[in-house]
C-alpha cells in the first residue's frame, strides 16, 4: 500500500450575494495499491463530502464536488517528507515574504500557549 495526497475542489455555492464565487481546495491523504485506486477513492471522498447547510432564516450554503485535480504519490510515511510542493511568482517579493512572516509568527504564538 502506498500514501497519496488529492486535491479535491468544491464549489461553495450559497443563496446569499458575495462579493465572489468561492471554491474549497481540499487536500487529502489516501492509501491505495496503486494510483488508480487511489484517484477512485478520492473521487468518493469528494462526493461523499458533498453538503447542503440550511438555517432557519431559509438561507443556504452548499460544497459541490467539482472534481479531483492533483494526485500524487507520497511514497513512505517518514518525519520530514514533503507532501506538496507549489511554486509562486508574487508580483510584489516584499508584500510577499511580509505576510509569509506574519502568519508564521501567529502560529508559533498560537502554539506558545497552547
Known sequence: MEWY?????YQIVSNKETAAPQI????RLIRAD?????LEKANT?????????TSY??????????????LYE???MKDGAEL???????SNLEEYMSVSK??????MEFYKYQ
Do not use: M, T
Open 74 to 76: 507520497v511514497g513512505e
Open 84 to 90: 506538496f510542493s507549489h511554486i509562486n511568482e508574487p
Open 34 to 38: 496503486e494510483a488508480g485506486w487511489a
Open 57 to 70: 432564516k431559509n438561507s443556504f450554503v452548499e460544497w459541490k464536488f467539482i472534481n479531483v485535480v492533483d
Open 102 to 107: 506574519l502568519k508564521a509568527r501567529r502560529w
Open 45 to 53: 471522498l469528494g462526493k461523499l463530502g458533498e453538503c447542503k447547510l
Open 5 to 9: 495526497v488529492a486535491k479535491l475542489v
Open 24 to 27: 474549497d481546495e481540499q487536500y
